[in-house]
């Protein structure tokens, strides 16, 4: 059982636009950043947003996060076939002084 | 471009040691944390701790404290996360990655990952 939870999985006709949410507590998300991080099949993750909503240079803009209280969610738009990929929400927990990370998306491009 | 190289694929027997590296770039090396991240077959992703290589200053997860030992080498840039007796239950890939403090979740870039398979 993960600290942040995910929904398993997520599915969109590319062109769509898919949310991806994130729920945590007052110890994570709502009082730490969060980050998300894209894990193509085979591959190592990949980081996909930090610090809430900002982008690392070369994440297309059809990638956004926001966050609301202890809430968080990723958001594609204009999905793509190579958007097909896990998923994860990760933040610093105050109380376990640790990383905890949610038990990850599973986004399928139908 | 900072890039992190990890050593090749292990296959060990339960009660063997074992030790993987991940190699920076020397210009980088000191100015980074190290962090290590476990994914068991088919599951999440695991934080395990953090060194930094300037001072070998670590954290670990609780989960994985007392059961492996998070190491630097400076001369080397090189992190290490070694196991002195491994379990089934290791098997996993392992990956290292840059973070930006010892808590933060901000991991950037990652290595290729080290698979682990621990079986008798």
Known sequence: QSVLTQPPSA??????????SCSG???NIGNNYVYWYQQLPGTAPKLLIYRDNQRPSGVPDRFSGSKSGTSASLAISGLRS?????YYCAAWDDSLSGVVFGGGTKLTVL | EVQLVQSGAEVKKPGESLKISCKGSRDSFTSYWIG??????GKGLEWMGVIYPGDSHT?????????????????TSTAYLQWSSLKASDTA???C??????????????GQGTLVTVSS
Do not use: C, L
């Open chain 1, 11 to 20: 599915s969109g006709t590319p062109g769509q636009r898919v949310t991806i």
């Open chain 2, 97 to 110: 990655a840059n973070s930006d403090s010892s808590s933060s979740a901000w991991f950037d870039p990652w």
């Open chain 2, 93 to 95: 890939m392992y990956y």
């Open chain 2, 59 to 75: 954290k670990y997860s609780p989960s994985v404290q007392g059961h492996v030992t998070i190491s630097a080498d400076k001369s």
């Open chain 1, 82 to 86: 190579e958007d097909e990929a896990d």
């Open chain 2, 36 to 41: 290590w991240v476990r994914q068991m077959p």
């Open chain 1, 25 to 27: 507590s007052s110890s």
